[in-house]
């Protein structure tokens, strides 16, 4: 399985209005059909540039289906957030891939 990784620094000045926009966005995203899960977590560590971070992490359903989300959904989403928060947002992308994973069972 791939996670799709969406790491954004937030400019204070919008970050209500960001944080309300990116809830509506994730199920856009997740309504491609190419992810079955999202998660939304806020980055602890203090940047430097200021402004708060966050990552969304999508997993997808195979390499497949993330690469027709690249060719067929990602453009038109990304473009959504650039036009309505332009300079006031910074984001980058990276893929994992998971080897394995892990739970405790407390018996």
């Given at each position: 399985?791939?996670?799709?990784?969406?790491?954004?620094?937030?400019d204070e000045s919008i970050h209500s209005e960001?944080?309300?926009w990116i809830k509506e966005h994730i199920p856009k995203v997740l309504g491609t059909g190419k992810f079955e899960k999202a998660t939304l977590t806020q980055v602890l560590v203090e940047e430097d540039m200021g402004g708060v971070t966050y990552s969304v992490q999508y997993r997808s359903y195979s390499r497949e289906a993330l690469d027709a989300f690249y060719r067929e959904d990602a453009d038109r989403l990304q473009q959504e957030g650039l036009?309505?928060?332009a300079d006031k947002m910074l984001a980058f992308r990276t893929e994992l891939e998971i080897v394995d994973e892990y739970t405790v069972n407390f018996k």
């Open positions: 399985m791939i996670i799709y990784n969406e790491t954004l620094n937030i960001w944080l309300i036009k309505k928060f």
